[in-house]
């Protein structure tokens, strides 16, 4: 795929969730989590995929290499600094890609240069210049960002953004890393910087909005607005602090004003709701109902003026289609009478791709485990179904057997709970403040203490009594966050699932230590 080409009505789209998403505290990710999103970003016709951070671990490395292999479609990228080591790991990683791209970086505002790097400006631009020629010995793909552009002195940006351009950078990224900026202002330094750098037409100019001041989405559409073309962002907004540009809010808001913005996206609208609820699951970080595009409510109505206006015209009320991102209008899809064939083509309707019989199958047993105790499936629950049973092929250091729980009115609850740990059935038993204590402290009978429970949330996947109970988790140990999450009709055994899939990833050998990078 060319992905570098300048055309005026393109927008490129950069997706970062793999890379910058999963910098947010709790939300790392394994190798075949990365995998399966990545799949899921080339089905939306994402134009570059940003992977990770090669030279961060070996489980990156891995992880940007795996990426590499099993996405086609879609341009694959591997953020490096400038620095030779990171240049090459970058390189070694992208090379089962079909399409790939190197990203480098280095900081050139003032207090990053004096506080951070120690360097002198004259310095800066001699190893930004290095960094580029460096990459393009692998690739002529070559992507350069000046870290905290957003704060850097223009004048210097211009000297640096030429020079980058003339080692052989075909994208030049202006990030705002600390979401300092405000939208008029950012813009407007995009428009000057193009009229300013003589050779800016001979590469994509490119922005990377941080959300500090909630301005992110802002940003990055004032930036297209003044000549960029190429918008870096991630799925429901995740990112370091308080996140990036959503991906579903630019894609939308340059599909639904196009009388305001002469360009359009690639991407597949239909694919963005099924996308955010991957990462929601993945990540254990849950979607906010009120979220522009990809919340629970974004295309509810409460008030009787709004819902007597959308019964008779969507839209008096709506500027967008739910379908078209992705949510459903079937009610009930399919019963406990459903087969796997039945499953299998609802789930890839939906945007759900299964690698294999291993995982349609435990996606069926799961399926049919739900249909027995739950009168109507919806789409969100076969998200989660699909979502949970694919997580269970991939942790499999303790799996719920079974649990029991006795909670009487003046009695102190009980529970007994019996796990498979490493093939081996074990059964712990405990008292505790609640039904949901005590089946937490039944488990941390059979695994011991692993860790502190710093958040414990619940959310409705659907409506209704029987409706399937989201749990989402977060663990701490020993420095490291982790989400764990699960859904079941029956809270407390959805609970017990959420905990579980948190102590699993505390199990996991990856190394997660990322050594300071940014963009």
Known sequence: MTDNSNSSDRLIIFDTTLRDGEQSPGASMTLEEKVRIGKMLEQMRVDVIEAGFPIASPGDFESVKAVATAVKDSTVCGLARSLDADIERAGEALKPANSGRIHTFIATSPIHMKEKLRMQPDEVLVQAIRAVKKARQYTDNVEFSAEDAGRTEFDFLCRVVEAAIDAGATTINIPDTVGYNIPHQFGDMIRRLIEAVPNSDKAVISVHCHNDLGLAVSNSLSSVLNGARQVECTINGLGERAGNASLEEIVMAIRTRHDVFDCHTNIDTSFIVPASRLVSSVTGFPVQPNKAIVGKNAFAHESGIHQDGVLKSRETYEIMRAQDVGWSDNKIVLGKHSGRSALKSRLEEIGIILDNEEALNAAFSRFKDVADRKHEIYDEDLRAIASESQAALEHTRYHLISSWVCSETGETPRAKVVLNVDGEEMTGEAEGGGSVDAVFSAI?????????????????????????????????????????????PDIVIASAYSYLDALNKLASDESRAHPQHSV
């Open 444 to 488: 941390k009978a059979i695994v011991g203490e692993q860790g502190t429970l710093e958040l414990y949330s619940v959310n409705n996947i659907t409506s209704g009594t029987d409706a399937q109970g989201e749990v989402t988790v977060r663990l701490e140990k020993a420095g490291r966050q982790v989400y764990g999450n699960g859904s079941d």
